[in-house]
C-alpha cells in the first residue's frame, strides 16, 4: 500500500508541474497583451526563467543529498502553485520579469525532487517505471492546456485563472507529499574527510554530467518552443484564434502522452539508446517542417508527431544522469543535469523571440532541428564517458 501511494504521490507533482507549466503558457497571449510587450521583450523577459529555475535545483539537489526527496519534494509542491500568482498580476516590464524568475524557481522547486522521488519509487518497484511518471507530465500539460482553452474561451483572465488554481496545487501537494517514501538522505553530515574524498571522486564523472546536460537540454528546448511558442505561431502564422490556439499545445501533449505510455516497454526490449536516438531524429524532422505547415490542421498534426518523437529523450536521459558518480552526490549530479535542462527548456525558446527579429515566426521556430540532430550525434559520445 506504502508503494502505491508513493506512486499516486509521485504522479500528483509530476501533474502538478505540467499542468501549472502548460496554464503559464496558454495565457502568455493575454499576459503579453497586459503588459504591452513586443515579441523581443517578451524573449528577453523569458530568459530570466532560467535564473530562478537553475537557483532553484541546486538548492534542491543539495537539500535531497542532505535531508531527502520527500520533504524538498513537499516544499517544492507549495511553491511551484504559489509561483503562479506572479504572473497573474503583473502589469509592467518589470514586474513581469520578476514573475517569470519565480515560475523559474517553482516549477525548478518541483523538478529535480520529484524526478529523485521517481527514482527511490523505481528501485523499490523493481521494474522500469520512471517515465511512467513523465507521462503525468505531459497529462498535466493537457490538463493546463484544456483549462486554459475553457477559461479564455469563457472570458476569464489569467489573474482570475491563474491564482486559484495555484493556490489549489499547494494545498494538494503539501498534504499528498505524506504519501511518497520516507527520507533516505546520501550526504555525509559528520565526516568532512570522507565529504572531501567523495567530492574528488564525483568529479571524475563531470565530463558525463555535461555533456548528458547539454543533450538533455536540447530535448527541453525543443519541448520548450512547444510550450512557449505554439499559441503565438497558431495566431500570427495560421491566423487561429485565442481559443483554438490553445489546442497546439495540447495536441504536442497528446503526443507526448502517447508515447510515454508505452517507452518503458520500449526501452526494456531495445535499450535506451533507441529512445533517446530515434526519438530525437523523428523531432527533429517535425519542429523542421512547422516552418513550412501550410494550414492550422497540418500544423496541429506535426506539434502531435513532435511530442511523439520528443516523449522519451529528456526522461531517458535524466534515468541515465541519475546512476552516475557517487551515491552521497546522486542528488547533485541530478541536479546539475536537470539544471542545464531546465536552463535550456525554459530561457532556450527565448532565443525564438530574438529571432524574429530578422526571421519570421515560423521559421525562427524551426531552428529547433538542429537540436534534435545534436542529441544524435552526441549518444556515441555520451556512452564512450559512461564507459
Request: zero cysteines; glycine letters at 16%; aromatic letters at 10%.
Given at each position: 500500500m506504502s508503494l502505491l501511494r508513493a506512486k499516486i504521490a509521485v504522479s500528483f507533482f509530476f501533474l502538478s508541474g505540467g499542468s501549472a507549466l502548460a496554464l503559464?503558457?496558454?495565457?502568455?497571449?493575454?499576459?503579453?497583451?497586459?503588459?504591452?510587450?513586443?515579441?523581443?521583450?517578451?524573449?528577453?523577459?523569458?530568459?530570466?526563467?532560467?535564473?530562478?529555475?537553475?537557483?532553484?535545483?541546486?538548492?534542491?539537489?543539495?537539500?535531497?543529498?542532505?535531508?531527502?526527496?520527500?520533504?524538498?519534494?513537499?516544499?517544492g509542491g507549495v511553491i511551484v502553485g504559489l509561483s503562479l500568482l506572479g504572473p497573474a498580476f503583473a502589469g509592467n516590464p518589470i514586474t513581469l520579469g520578476l514573475a517569470i524568475v519565480g515560475i523559474g524557481f517553482g516549477l525548478a522547486g518541483i523538478d529535480v525532487p520529484m524526478n529523485a522521488a521517481a527514482l527511490q519509487v523505481e528501485k523499490a518497484n523493481h521494474r522500469a517505471i520512471f517515465t511512467f511518471f513523465h507521462l503525468f507530465w505531459s497529462v498535466g500539460g493537457l490538463l493546463g492546456a484544456a483549462l486554459g482553452y475553457a477559461t479564455i474561451g469563457a472570458g476569464f483572465t489569467q489573474s482570475q485563472t491563474l491564482p486559484v488554481y495555484g493556490l489549489l496545487l499547494s494545498v494538494i501537494g503539501f498534504f499528498i507529499a505524506s504519501w511518497l517514501l520516507p527520507n533516505e538522505p546520501v550526504a555525509s553530515r559528520d565526516n568532512k574527510q570522507a565529504n572531501k574524498a567523495a567530492s574528488k571522486a564525483n568529479r571524475r564523472v563531470l565530463a558525463f554530467v555535461i555533456l548528458a546536460g547539454l543533450m538533455s537540454a536540447s530535448g527541453a528546448i525543443v519541448e520548450g518552443v512547444a510550450q512557449d511558442w505554439s499559441a503565438l505561431y497558431l495566431i500570427d502564422i495560421q491566423n487561429a484564434s485565442v481559443s483554438l490556439a490553445a489546442w497546439g499545445l495540447a495536441a504536442f501533449n497528446i503526443g507526448m502522452i502517447l508515447g510515454r505510455i508505452f517507452i518503458d516497454r520500449?526501452?526494456?526490449?531495445?535499450?535506451?539508446?533507441?529512445?533517446?536516438?530515434?526519438?530525437?531524429?523523428?523531432?527533429a524532422v517535425a519542429i523542421g517542417l512547422q516552418a513550412i505547415a501550410p494550414s492550422y490542421e497540418i500544423s496541429l498534426v506535426f506539434w502531435f508527431l513532435l511530442g511523439l518523437g520528443i516523449s522519451g529523450v529528456v526522461p531517458q536521459l535524466f534515468a541515465e544522469a541519475g546512476e552516475i558518480g557517487e551515491a552521497s552526490h546522486s542528488g547533485r549530479n541530478m541536479a546539475q543535469v536537470v539544471g542545464i535542462t531546465y536552463i535550456g527548456g525554459l530561457a532556450g525558446p527565448s532565443i525564438i523571440g530574438l529571432l524574429t527579429n530578422s526571421l519570421e515566426l515560423n521559421i525562427a521556430i524551426g531552428w529547433g532541428a538542429v537540436l534534435g540532430i545534436f542529441i544524435v550525434l552526441s549518444y556515441s559520445k555520451l556512452q564512450k564517458l559512461e564507459k
Open positions: 503559464w503558457a496558454v495565457h502568455i497571449p493575454l499576459i503579453q497583451k497586459t503588459v504591452g510587450i513586443d515579441y523581443s521583450t517578451l524573449g528577453f523577459l523569458l530568459m530570466l526563467s532560467g535564473v530562478g529555475g537553475y537557483a532553484a535545483m541546486q538548492l534542491g539537489g543539495w537539500l535531497i543529498d542532505h535531508i531527502g526527496a520527500k520533504t524538498t519534494t513537499r516544499l520500449i526501452v526494456e526490449a531495445k535499450g535506451r539508446g533507441f529512445i533517446i536516438r530515434w526519438g530525437s531524429l523523428a523531432s
